[in-house]
């Protein structure tokens, strides 16, 4: 499983906006957490596969935490390529986190993405 961890500087008051963008045109859900708390989660077909715009809430109240966000891709197209990019929105500022793996015909791929905001 793909796995990265990054860590996220915040100031108090800056609003943290988060999309989850399933690339390579492959089908594919996610669920994201906040410390144990899940606070969504979207499947191919049902919710849409992509989560956007996500608001995480002020700075002040995210530094220490820690954001993990576990995404499947079902590797369906003929590319046999799957990716996932975090965008961290920080008012203007983005930040991105892509990751991604060749594939097989007809798997899935899992990734892991943990940010600590500090």
């Known amino acids: 499983m793909p796995s990265r961890f990054e860590k996220y500087t915040v100031t ?43 608001d995480l809430g002020k700075g002040a109240n995210l ?4 954001l993990a966000i576990s995404t499947d891709v079902l590797d369906l197209r003929e590319t046999d390529k799957a990716s996932v990019t975090i965008v961290l929105h920080d008012g203007p500022v983005e930040t991105n986190v892509t990751q991604s793996k060749d594939g097989s015909p007809f798997t899935s791929v899992n990734f892991l993405t943990v940010i600590e905001f500090i």
């Open 63 to 66: 530094r220490g935490k820690l």
């Open 12 to 54: 108090d008051d800056s609003s943290i906006v988060l999309d989850v963008l399933i690339g390579e045109a492959q089908p594919g859900g996610t669920t994201v957490f906040l410390g144990t708390n899940e606070i969504a989660h979207t499947e191919p077909g049902k919710s849409g596969m992509n989560v956007k715009g996500l």
